[in-house]
Structures are given as C-alpha cells and as structure tokens.
Nanobody, 120 residues
C-alpha cells in the first residue's frame, strides 16, 4: 500500500492551495483518511480527517478555512486550504486507515509529505 501526496508549494498569505493524496496497491477497504502537518521544531499535529461515510473533523486552527473531502472510488483524499496564514507553513502528511485484504486488520499508512510554505 502506498499513499502519494501532491499539491504543496509556495503561496502568499491569504492564498489557496489544494492537496491531494491517492492510495494505491493492495486495498480491500479504506476507513478514515486525513491530513496531519509538522512545522519546523514542532510535533506532528492533526489537521483534518474524514471517515468512509464522510464525517469530518478539523483542528480548531483550520476550521472554517480548510475543507477535507474524499473520492472513495478514486481512493483519494483532498485538502482545500483557503485564507492561508504564515503559521500554516509545514510539511503536510496524508494518512489513511486501510485493510489490505479480507483477513488483514486495518492499519495506519502515511504518505511521504508535501511542503506548504506561506510567505510573502
């Protein structure tokens, strides 16, 4: 199983970016998917998660600015980030809870991370 994230980059304060993360490989089922981030010198923190039935959860610092969504058929999770602030600068990691086969338990998987830099 692999998670491939894309969409990071440099954006000015107040701007927008859209991150994508596609799951591939031996996948029987996907439970929750989501995004975490890690700023320099800080611990990794939750940004947003979305369940298989599309219930969502957000960190307080991004609520109202970020929107998490998913395409179950494409095994892809998205993060639309609007009104970006310099404090949103971080490496963003996607995460998914995946069952590889009927007999396997659900396991956590991480993507490789994509850098988002918010600066003028």
């Amino acid at each position: 199983v692999q998670l491939q994230a894309s969409g990071g980059g440099l954006v000015q304060p107040g701007g927008s970016l859209r991150l994508s993360c596609a799951a591939s490989g031996s996948i029987f089922g996907i439970d929750s998917m989501g995004w975490y981030r890690q700023a320099p010198g800080k611990q990794r923190e939750l940004v947003a998660t979305i369940t298989s039935v599309k219930n969502t959860n957000y960190a307080g610092s991004v609520k109202g600015r970020f929107t998490v969504s998913r395409d179950n058929a494409a095994k892809t999770v998205f993060l639309q980030m609007n009104s970006l602030k310099p404090e949103d600068t971080a490496v963003y990691y996607c995460n998914a809870v995946i069952k590889s086969s009927y007999l396997e338990p659900y396991k956590f998987y991480w993507g490789q991370g994509t850098l988002v830099t918010v600066s003028s």
